[in-house]
DNA sequence: ACGCATTGTTAACCTGTGTTAGCCTCGACT
DNA sequence: AGTCGAGGCTAACACAGGTTAACAATGCGT
């Protein structure tokens, strides 16, 4: 990247914003004419369903970056709450379009960060389809833990997550009764505790074998172990 | 889009492939070198389980292009098969980077469009979460006939569908024996048919109700609807 | 310190979905 | 025509997970 397209990046961005908590960033359908990263704090990204209930697709971590997708489109197709108190940088939709012809390189970093949305979304599609309630849950803190270590806000298998037990639920297909459950086995089996707002991980390797998680640098080899199956 | 823009997308293209049913073209983990566009036949993109379970993530059908996010990263996340013998047109991965810097303004484009696979992802993802198998291939069939028609491959609420009930149920999270459960209940309750590779919807509106369907249209609208709760 | 709201915890019961096992149908091949 | 295999269909049973209903902790505001 060029010295001029790292200074593009920086003017880019808005004074630190404060939120409350519970605060409705995007709303699904809205028109989606900001960006924003996250500078602290969390924030989960969901659907309603007609009947009340919902289904939360990613919570954005401090150093996430959310709703650029959402510029280019007209609406956004899901609403974005803060579940904390939060400081995040606006990024207006009119520089990023201008961006995108001045510094075209840009464009595929951006593509590029995009697909690593995504790729987490499958994922997150994966667990829920195929995998049961503890296998779930496991693969969430796993994945959760190493996101955290990745910007430096876990260490020693330990994390602060400002999540309760219904927010977890909505996220993992589940009641909330059961996630319940699910959390006293894990803890019972003194594989992982999440108490207090902090999760910690006891034993990593039987989580990972009971979540059947592939850290993402080994995520290639685990996969051509498993029984393959032609196409249709 | 200019003509130099649009002749250059035609010069992208190699000529068609005629590939077997059942063929692998890209495998999860893989360098992808190459993107496709659908021209006829079936696909579906699916991550495997380290216990040899798979969750189908999507179906390309006619018209639909793959694989172009894959070769912007270093590999796929997931694996591509065709359902049927199809007919591809292979897109090479040098030529589109090349494309992406002289016509900046295509870049957009393409982002638009993986922008609306996710949104199919995250609509599966909803699906999967939260509703009941039979609300989830309601659904998943409303979907695939607003796609078909799209391309003029549905008319008068029916349409051809070369999926086998095993491929469902791993679309769909189900065992192949509640998908013929459900299947089985669509047709008594006179909502829809699947039989001989043949999908016949006999009753739209109802089906709708029950999947809690919204057409891409009125997709704002409907979410409104919904209990509104906050965002923790 | 008190009361109230929020979140966590548990038990009992019920239902949706998975599992196992088998039979039927149809088309492809010999 | 007969065999074989793939895919569809059904039934009986088992179990994971949902539902309802309490109650216990915790934290907050007054």
Redesign the pocket.
């Known amino acids: 990247m060029s010295k001029r397209e790292l200074s593009y990046l920086t003017d880019l961005q808005s004074k630190p914003l404060r939120v409350d908590r519970g605060k409705e960033l995007v709303h699904e359908g809205e028109a989606g004419q900001t960006a924003y990263i996250f500078q602290s704090g969390w924030a989960c990204s969901f659907k309603l369903l007609p009947d009340g209930g919902r289904q939360i697709i990613s919570f954005p971590v401090p150093g996430d970056c959310v709703g650029l997708r959402s510029m280019l489109l007209r609406t956004s197709d899901h609403s974005l709450s803060t579940v904390t108190e939060a400081t995040i940088i606006p990024i207006q939709a009119a520089r990023v379009k201008h961006m995108f012809n001045e510094f075209p390189y840009l464009g595929t970093a951006l593509l590029w960060a995009t697909s690593r949305d995504e790729a987490m979304i499958v994922e997150h599609l994966v667990s829920v389809g195929r995998r049961?309630?503890?296998e779930r849950t496991a693969h969430f803190i796993l994945e959760l833990h190493d996101r955290l270590e990745l910007v430096g806000l876990a260490a020693d298998h330990k994390f602060h997550c400002p999540l309760?037990?219904?927010v977890l639920a909505d996220a993992l297909?589940?009641?909330?009764?059961?996630v319940?459950?699910v959390?006293?086995q894990l803890r019972t089996r003194e594989l992982a505790t999440f108490?207090?707002h902090e999760i910690t991980i006891h034993n990593i390797a039987g989580l990972k074998a009971l979540a059947g998680y592939a850290s993402p640098e080994e995520s290639l080899v685990v996969v051509r172990d498993g029984i393959e199956r032609d196409g249709?």
């Open positions: 049961n309630a503890i309760n037990q219904y297909g589940l009641s909330t009764i059961h319940n459950r959390l006293r108490k207090a249709f």
